[in-house]
């Protein structure tokens, strides 16, 4: 089966410019999540999405973070505006998710990597 | 508080050199412990699930193994192709996400 897919993967944007990034995850998966990962660290939960409502969103920045999942499937986070501290990989994973905070196996994407200038 | 902690940060062998990776977690109501492998420019890759002490799980060349405070895993003759960053992470009955640690990052020589 196909795997969870993202663009762009790379992104360079001067402080203050807004970004978006976008999900595909894997088909017939509920649960679609957000990480943030600075580097030397690991990934850190920003949000998560059971079909398209939030499930946990405590650790967005949410004067500056938002997401959205239309119709359950695909999802975007944007940025606006980025701050130096954004530049990470930013990771989207998805799982079969039946229950909103069921231990099911977590499968990642590629990241997209954001550097702010 | 650090609730995941994994060590060494680094860690380098030669090749059929066998060698064990640390996690180590302060919450309580464990339910359930991850390790994934995450190369270089690519998300993590999941390797095993762990729900309870006692636990063993193995792949290949690698075997993780639960206690109630930590978790270790275990590569035995280990090749070049294993070379990548190893992360543990948990979740628990406090708090519903999953929170990793920062990872081993692990060169093997050949």
């Known amino acids: 089966e196909a795997g969870v897919a993202q663009s762009p993967r790379y992104k360079i944007i001067e402080k203050r410019q807004s970004v978006a990034f976008w999900c595909n995850p894997i088909s017939g998966h509920a649960t679609l999540y957000w990480y943030q990962q600075i580097l030397g660290q690991g990934p850190k939960l920003l949000i998560q999405f059971q079909n398209n409502g939030v499930v946990d969103d405590s650790q967005l920045p949410k004067d500056r973070f938002s997401a959205e999942r239309l119709k359950g499937v695909d999802s975007t986070l944007k940025i606006q505006p980025a701050k130096l501290e954004d530049s990470a990989v930013y990771l989207c994973?998805?799982?079969?998710?039946?229950?909103?905070?069921?231990?099911?196996?977590?499968?990642f994407g590629p990241g997209t990597r954001l550097t702010v200038l | 508080e650090d609730q995941v902690t994994q060590s060494p940060e680094a860690l380098r062998l030669q090749e059929g050199e066998s060698s064990s990776l640390n996690c180590s977690y302060t919450?309580?109501?464990?339910?359930?412990l991850f390790w994934y492998r995450q190369d270089p420019g690519k998300g993590p890759e999941f390797l095993f699930t762990?729900?309870?002490a006692g636990e063993e799980k193995e792949k290949e060349r690698l075997k993780a193994t639960l206690t109630k405070k930590e978790s270790f895993l275990h590569i035995t003759a280990p090749k070049p192709e294993d070379s990548a960053t190893y992360l543990c992470a948990v979740q628990a009955r406090v708090f519903n996400d999953m929170r990793f640690g920062a990872g081993t990052r692990l060169t093997v020589k050949p």
């Open positions: 994973a998805s799982s079969r998710g039946g229950l909103a905070h069921s231990t099911d196996t977590q499968y």
């Open positions: 919450v309580s109501g464990l339910r359930g």
């Open positions: 762990l729900y309870s």
